[in-house]
C-alpha cells in the first residue's frame, strides 16, 4: 500500500511540475510579443497546446492544433 502512495506521490508532484515549466514557458514564449492582446493570445495558445500535449501525451495534436490556428489567424 505505501508503494502506491509514494508512486501517487511522485507522479502528482512530478505532473505539478510540469504543468508549472509549461506555463513558464508559455509565458516566456508570449514576451516576444509586443501588444498586450498578442501577449494574452500567445500565452493563452501556450497554456492550451501544453495541456492537449499533457493529455495525449504527444506532441502531435498541439502541433496540428497551433498550426491550423496560424493558418485560420493568418487570413
Partial sequence: MSGICIYAFIRA???EELAAAAVDRAMLA?????LVANVLTALSGGVVYMGLA???RSLWLAI????????????
Fill in 30 to 34: 508570449a514576451r516576444r510579443h509586443f
Fill in 54 to 56: 499533457l493529455y495525449t
Fill in 13 to 15: 508532484s512530478m505532473l
Fill in 64 to 75: 496540428m492544433t497551433h498550426g491550423i490556428y496560424d493558418c485560420s489567424s493568418s487570413g
